[in-house]
């Protein structure tokens, strides 16, 4: 095997445990402090770190979970939407709002300490959510359907895409 590439696992390996370590720190000094029992660290290229941790029912937001959170401060930090070679650090294996808002940051990989299962053992099952978007349309639990405006109406179902598309001073993402 190549020495550099066991040198790099071994480093990776290292700074993975020391953030999840923080992670989990994270989680378990939010639950005495009025929050959920999730914690999250980006960690940038460059070494800097920004922290999150779940405030759903502190701050009665449901979005306000560690990830999402530490994403944000990241964002706001960095003057940036793009996390591109950041590595998010989360002591659960991020819930499918979770991923997905590293995925639209661009975040290059996530690491995680516990699963989902040991999630839904302490009540937090996002099981239901995962089989959301398993099952057909017309059978989800939350229906969600397209309704386009008339051909009369004031405003086109895409005028927003088109008024997009021509700005010429827009900031793709």
Known sequence: MDVA???????STTTDE???AQALSLAAANVENAGGPFGAVILTPDGSVFEGVNRVTANNDPTAHAEVMAIRE???????FDLS?????????PCPMCLSGALWARVKHVVYAADRHDAARAGFDDAVFYEYFS??????????RQCRLSPSAEIGDCAPFEAWSALAARVDY
């Open 135 to 144: 099952t057909p349309l017309e059978e989800r639990s939350m229906p969600v």
């Open 85 to 93: 070679g950041c590595v998010l650090y989360t002591s659960c294996e």
């Open 18 to 20: 020391h953030y999840l």
């Open 74 to 80: 990241a964002c706001r930090s960095l003057g940036t």
């Open 5 to 11: 590439l066991v040198r790099e696992f071994q480093m």
